[in-house]
């Protein structure tokens, strides 16, 4: 055997035992496989949510190692978004560059560096107001107590609030309101807790698209009809799946505007540096925001049946 051939077999004799050493090692290795995806949250029924299914990813979860803690730094998705809710309501997130509007939404410039992107809808205090002076309810104290002991969705009803027309997110403005389900045992207040909670579920169809998941953003809230109104906050933390803090600004809009002002002069370096005052905060209840996604569900299916074209 030439020099060159002894030196092929040597070569080849090294690579078998090294597949053979590689073999017996691997077998006493544990097999490891690490399932990462992109833009999802923890929204699964592994993690306590009562609304999605997701059996596969539950059994993975039974038999494998569940991350119990996350730590993540946000580059897009703000951490904060701003609901106002007064005669009508809006609900923005500020973000920096010039990002997409989705659908439905409208945008425009804060300053050079952020815009501010949201959704707003025609209907909000103006509708409890509307309710209470047609069907002549009772003094504000005693109506917010029948309408914090009411279920939600416990009525049987299902509204478009849309008594001034139709803004975000589907702009039909010259829709009218409609309530279904009515019948003789139907109370006021079941037709007021009603409209509070079809309201939120116009927002929480803006929240949705503005990319305001389970868990995972705050709202702040301002707002006469809400500071009034302790049962509307918690229908909207529920709807919505976030915990809600009431603003103690009360001018809320117009300390923004005067902090905008004043980071573009220079006094201040940016807009966290005079924090706005917290009121209370509505935490989030699931059993309630799974029952609110089938009220939602239901509002989406009469919507299509009377104002989206066949």
């Excluded at 040597?10 to 992109?38: E, M, P, Q, W």
């Excluded at 702040?220 to 915990?243: E, F, Y």
């Excluded at 201040?268 to 009220?295: H, M």
């Amino acid at each position: 055997m030439n020099a060159f051939a002894s030196r092929l077999s040597s070569l080849a004799l090294t690579l078998l035992l090294g597949v053979a050493a590689s073999a017996v090692h691997a077998a006493d290795k544990l097999n490891v496989l690490f399932i990462a995806v992109d833009d999802m949250n923890a929204d699964l029924a592994c993690y306590g949510n009562p609304v999605v299914k997701s059996p596969n990813l539950d059994r993975l979860a039974a038999t494998g190692a569940r991350f119990a803690n996350h730590y993540v730094m946000p580059q897009c998705t703000p951490t904060r978004a701003a609901l106002t809710l007064g005669t009508t309501a809006a609900l923005r997130v500020m973000q920096a560059g010039s990002p997409p509007v989705p659908r439905g939404l409208w945008a425009y410039r804060v300053d050079a560096a952020h815009a501010l992107i949201g959704g707003a809808t025609s209907e909000g205090g103006n509708v409890f107001q509307w309710l209470r002076t047609t069907l002549k309810l009772h003094d504000p104290a005693t109506l917010e107590a029948e309408l914090a002991a009411l279920a939600p969705d416990s009525h049987g009803l299902t509204m478009l609030p849309f008594l001034a027309g139709e803004r975000s997110p589907g702009w039909a403005g010259d829709v009218p309101a409609t309530i279904h389900g009515l019948t003789m045992a139907t109370r006021p207040a079941d037709i007021v807790r009603a409209s509070l909670e079809a309201v939120a579920y116009r927002c929480a169809l803006i929240a949705e698209l503005l990319g305001i998941h389970v868990g995972e953003q705050q709202l702040i809230a301002s707002g006469g009809a809400l500071r009034n109104t302790p049962t509307w906050c918690q229908i909207l933390a529920d709807v919505i799946g976030v915990p809600l803090v009431l603003s103690a600004e009360p001018e809320a809009t117009s300390r923004g505007s005067a902090l905008l002002a004043l980071k573009a002069l220079g006094v201040i370096d940016n807009l966290d540096a005079l924090p706005a005052a917290a009121g209370v905060i509505f935490e989030p209840s699931l059993t309630n925001f799974a029952r609110y996604r089938e009220a939602i569900a239901r509002q989406k299916a009469l919507y299509g049946k009377l104002i989206e074209p066949a």
